[in-house]
Nanobody, 115 residues
Framework: QVQLVESGGGLVQAGGSLRLSCTASVRNFETTAMAWYRQAPGKQRESVAYIAGSGQTNYADSVKGRFTISRDNAQNTLYLQMNSLKPEDTAVYYC?????????WGQGTQVTVSS
């Protein structure tokens, strides 16, 4: 079965950094579109960053200049480097994979940024 396994979440002080990882057990990872989403309490789930198999990326306005999405196709791994973290970045972060035959979600990992 398809599995997206996340790691790297935790508690960090405002202004600090975290790196999230997502190891994907999927077919044809190198051509699979990947993304990070997040959901804060009482808010809708939102797209944070996207990366195509080609490496093309885009970001939510709220994280541009602070977050970087990347992928290592040799390791079937997706990353989100988060710098200059703010309390409003506090949320559950989800790994997402899109293939022509379906979409898949990770279990979510908590990121908490203290003021």
């Amino acid at each position: 079965q398809v599995q997206l396994v996340e790691s790297g979440g935790g508690l960090v002080q405002a202004g600090g950094s975290l790196r999230l990882s997502c190891t994907a057990s999927v077919r044809n990872f190198e051509t699979t579109a990947m993304a990070w989403y997040r959901q804060a309490p009482g808010k809708q789930r939102e797209s944070v960053a996207y990366i195509a198999g080609s490496g093309q990326t885009n970001y939510a306005d709220s994280v541009k200049g602070r977050f970087t999405i990347s992928r290592d196709n040799a390791q079937n791994t997706l990353y989100l480097q988060m710098n200059s973290l703010k309390p409003e970045d506090t949320a559950v972060y989800y790994c997402y994979a899109r293939q022509p035959w379906g979409t898949y979600w990770g279990q979510g990992t908590q990121v908490t940024v203290s003021s």
